[in-house]
């Protein structure tokens, strides 16, 4: 059973950082195109940053670009999202999510590119 398990969360201040992690169960995570994404109260789930197999390309949604750095730890087997500079709006859900593996320049921002998900890590950003 593919499982992705994430970690990390917790409450910081504004302006502060976390690194959550994402490790695999079950599967290679080089061997996939992996996502992290996130759900504000009240709010539909939202792609943040995506990584492509084998640590290829990445990709940002606006909102997190130049604060979120998305990494992939092979000897780990753990894909990391780095979070500087938190605002009250990344308040939410974090879920690690892998697509299918099928392909190699995939960056599967969007929900319906992935397959295997993780339950999620609470993050809070505090005024």
């Known amino acids: 059973q593919l499982q992705p398990v994430e970690s990390g969360g917790g409450l910081v201040q504004s302006g502060g950082s976390l690194r959550l992690s994402c490790v695999a169960s079950?599967?290679?995570?080089?061997?996939?195109?992996i996502a992290w994404f996130r759900q504000a109260p009240g709010k539909e789930r939202e792609g943040v940053a995506c990584i492509s197999r084998n640590n290829g390309r990445t990709a940002y949604a606006d909102s997190v670009q130049g604060r979120f750095t998305i990494s992939g730890d092979n000897a780990e087997n753990t894909v990391y999202l780095q979070m500087n500079n938190l605002k009250p709006e990344d308040t939410g859900v974090y879920y690690c999510a892998a697509d299918s593996g099928s392909r190699e320049d995939v960056c599967p921002l969007r929900e319906d590119q992935n397959v295997y998900w993780g339950k999620g890590t609470l993050v809070t950003v505090s005024s």
């Open positions: 079950g599967f290679i995570m080089r061997y996939y195109g």
